[in-house]
């Protein structure tokens, strides 16, 4: 959001600064404002809020083409600097929102690199809808305009920084990667306790229930270790 009555120091802060639920109904979702140092807020709010109304997702089938070129970008460092500088990036705030999608994405190698095949937007639209209102209503209440960032307007590709699954938890091979314990099925004593084991979204930070998840593993692993050593001796 862009252009609060007031500065409200988006630099300033944890790593997330506030947090909101939005579990009434489903799809259920968490809505958070991220604290960004003032460089990268400012790149940020340099992108503007432009609305591409009607054509929004008019680049999602050229993806694969266009794709490469803005990690290209982002890499050689293009888009390091801010696109436009009457933006007050001290009224500025960037708003997340974490949902229980789907979670319908397939991994798969594409010419050697690793690719997701999954129309989340499609899959997702009403849980799509439920964020934009709220972050909509949010600004709103700051005096402030919301628009999605024009990577998510002209693709229609999501923004993770927390991504889940590749290696499910599951009690059979057929369902999942790992057994309840963190084992990989059919490869005894190699474990996985990372996000990836995670099957589902959760609708919320993952940290904590990653960390859990870890900590039972390692305690599985432990487990393990040591009935193999009574059964030696």
């Known amino acids: 959001m862009q252009g609060a ?30 604290t960004f140092n003032q460089p990268a807020t400012e790149v940020l709010a340099g992108l503007g809020q432009p609305n591409l109304g009607r054509l929004q997702g008019l680049g999602a089938p050229l993806w694969t083409c266009l794709g490469p070129a803005v990690h290209a970008a982002l890499k050689k460092g293009l888009m390091s600097r801010p696109m436009r500088t009457n933006v ?15 979670a319908n994405g397939r991994m798969h190698l594409d010419d050697g690199q690793l690719d997701v095949s999954w129309d989340f937007a499609g899959e997702n639209a009403e849980l799509v809808r439920r964020m934009t209102d709220a972050m909509r209503d949010l600004a709103a209440q700051y005096g402030a305009t919301f628009a999605p960032l024009i990577t998510w307007q002209l693709f229609k590709r999501p923004f993770t920084v927390h991504s889940l699954g590749g ?16 084992e990989v099925f059919h490869y005894p004593g190699l474990h996985v306790a990372d996000g990836s084991v995670i099957p589902t979204a959760i609708g919320f930070h993952p940290v904590m229930t990653i960390s859990a998840v870890a900590e039972r593993i390692a305690e599985a692993v432990v487990h393990g270790f040591s009935s193999h050593s009574r059964s030696a001796s």
């Open 5 to 34: 009555r007031e500065d409200i120091q988006p630099w300033v802060g944890p790593d997330v600064s506030t947090v909101m639920r939005f579990t009434d109904r489903q799809p259920r979702f968490t809505l958070v404002t991220a």
């Open 88 to 102: 007050d990036a001290a009224r500025t705030s960037n708003l997340f929102g974490i949902g229980q999608d789907n």
């Open 167 to 182: 290696a499910h938890l599951a009690e059979a091979p057929e369902r999942g990667v790992v057994s309840t314990e963190g």
